[in-house]
């Protein structure tokens, strides 16, 4: 399942690429993360605390940042409840097929920015900082990233499991499952997919999750044809985790003060 540490290792990886400097590792993010929850945890809980260690990912990443003001907004996670160990941090596979997608917020807006993945597991600690950047300069759909933009930010990762091949192409649940679609006519080959929120948050039917889909694949037949077409299904299911930029400032501040 995806987690909030993820969304920051998608945020630190950007950053850095965009700062021309070397990110924290997963690793380091999730220690210094794990650090962190506690001491937002304890503060909450009483005004006298210890001593936060210092950890190597703390100075690593104050040394690479000259750090701002840090934000006084408490953080609003918005997919789980932040974890306060590294061993709650580290549940789950290190491996996954895995897409990062970046989104645009505007007040009670949200659109899309950036969306790349793929269906090979990789390890975390490599797809996660790779399909960020890729996701966030290479989408053909968009413009790349730029760093003035990052404020206006939020990151989600979705980790994919359970893939199944679907008896007919309706043979899936939305807001249970991502579609992966493929199909051949008159010798090309197309093929696309939508993550398991998407149907759900746009409010589709099976019928114009398919049919938005096979336009999203290139296909441009007619519109009264695309039934007769032989659609091959597979099904996934994923959890998503987001988190916005103002958190991942915070959090990163919180890292630079602890010098």
Same mark, same amino acid.
């Given at each position: ?5 993820? +969304?920051?290792? +998608?945020? @630190? ?19 210094? =993360? ?12 009483? @005004?006298?605390?210890? !001593? ?11 040394? &690479? ?43 009670? $807006?949200?659109?899309?920015?950036? +969306? ?5 597991? #990789? ?5 996660? !900082? ?8 290479? %989408? ?7 760093? &003035? @933009? ?16 679907? %008896? $007919? ?15 051949? %006519? ?15 948050? #746009?409010?589709?039917?099976?019928? @114009? ?9 290139? =296909? ?5 044809? =695309?039934?007769?077409? $032989? ?5 996934? #299911?994923?959890?998503? &985790?987001?988190?916005?930029? !103002?958190?991942?400032?915070? =959090?990163? $501040? ?6």
């Amino acid at each position: 399942m995806a987690t909030a540490a993820h +969304c920051l290792m +998608c945020f @630190e990886a950007l950053d850095a690429q965009l700062e021309d400097r070397k990110p924290l590792s997963l690793s380091e993010i999730e220690s210094s =993360w794990a650090l962190y929850t506690s001491s937002v945890s304890d503060s909450s809980s009483s @005004e006298a605390k210890s !001593p936060i260690p210092k950890a190597p990912a703390l100075r690593r990443l104050a040394d &690479a940042d000259s750090s701002e003001s840090s934000s006084s907004a408490s953080p609003a996670w918005s997919s789980s409840t932040p974890a306060t160990s590294i061993s709650s941090l580290s549940l789950g596979a290190s491996s996954a097929p895995l897409f990062v997608t970046w989104n645009t917020v505007r007040g009670d $807006d949200v659109s899309l920015r950036g +969306c790349i993945g793929t269906f090979e597991s #990789q390890p975390l600690s490599i797809g996660l !900082p790779e399909y960020a950047t890729i996701s966030a300069l290479h %989408d053909t759909r968009f413009s790349p990233i730029s760093k &003035a @933009e990052l404020p206006r930010l939020q990151a989600a990762v979705t980790l994919l499991t359970d893939f199944e091949e679907a %008896d $007919d192409p309706y043979d899936w649940e939305i807001g249970t499952h991502g579609i992966r679609l493929s199909f051949t %006519d008159r010798g090309h080959r197309y093929g696309a997919t939508y993550l398991p929120d998407v149907a759900s948050e #746009q409010g589709w039917t099976h019928d @114009e999750t398919l049919y938005s889909l096979i336009r999203k694949g290139g =296909w441009m037949g007619g519109r009264s044809r =695309w039934k007769s077409l $032989d659609l091959k299904v597979t099904r996934y #299911q994923g959890k998503k &985790a987001s988190l916005n930029y !103002p958190e991942f400032k915070k =959090w990163k $501040d919180w890292v630079a003060s602890k010098q």
